[in-house]
């Protein structure tokens, strides 16, 4: 149930509050410039807090950037000469060494729905770099967030860091905000640890930008499918 606050809601009421804020999460790659009152990021990062962690161990660090020290990350990285394709994963592993189905397929939809409404062909690749490079302005949006772990845990940790990063863009869902998660900034760690004086013993995670959304923008018109539950669980009696 919700807070006391909402004790005159129905419980089909409240469920369309939750449903309405998950749902309509998704990664938005264009934001406007308006700033975000810092106030409303604390309480986006204090709500999120309450992601469940094994034995409470909340196994997360965060690291927001806005103005000039959001663009030193982009300028650390872009200036790197370090190109997205020969960037080194060297921290840890995101995706597999070979794609295979069904991963493989959805990958390519994904990417070539993306391409598709922003116009951009499939050899076009200095376009699709590009279109990659926005990842390092944080789609332009006016708060970059960067995560990170302490390498010493494991992976159970590394599940309740997940549960922090959806927490987030959840709450942030409440308050009007959109939010990308961006893996794409883990293997420039060394040029983003000095920026934020990351200590060693983290390793970073992702990065996520978080502001309004620029509707007006093509790239914000992907709505991505999913796979109907039927095809992803087994009920049993």
């Known amino acids: 149930m919700l807070a006391p606050d909402n004790k005159n809601l129905t419980a089909d009421e409240e469920a369309a509050i939750v449903d309405e804020a998950i749902t309509s999460r998704r990664s938005v790659r264009a934001f406007l410039p308006d700033p975000v009152d810092e106030k409303i990021i604390r309480e986006i990062l204090e709500v999120a807090s309450r992601a469940p962690s094994g034995t409470n161990m909340q196994p997360w660090k965060g690291y927001v950037a806005t103005g000039e020290t959001k663009q030193r990350i982009t300028d650390a990285v872009m200036n790197s000469g370090i190109r997205a394709e020969k960037a080194k994963w060297d921290e840890y592993k ?84 959109h939010t990308c998660p961006q893996a794409a900034f883990a293997p420039y760690h060394n040029q983003i640890r000095p920026v934020l004086g990351i200590p060693d013993e983290e390793i970073v995670v992702c990065g996520m930008a978080l502001g309004y959304e620029d509707t007006s923008k093509p790239e914000n018109t992907l709505r991505t499918e999913r796979e109907p539950v039927d095809g992803w669980v087994k009920f049993f009696k």
């Not at 493989?104 to 990417?111: D, S, T």
């Not at 967030?145 to 869902?173: E, K, P, V, Y």
């Open 94 to 177: 995101y995706y597999p060494d070979k794609f295979f189905e069904p991963y493989y397929a959805r990958r390519r939809a994904v990417g070539y729905a993306l391409y598709g409404a922003l116009g951009i062909g499939k050899r076009d690749v200095d376009q699709m770099r590009a279109q990659h490079d926005r990842n390092f302005v944080f789609f332009d949006a006016p708060v970059g967030m960067i995560f990170t772990i302490d390498r010493r845990l494991n992976q159970g940790s590394w599940i309740d860091h997940g549960m922090l990063l959806q927490s987030i863009m959840i709450a942030a869902r409440g308050r009007g905000l």
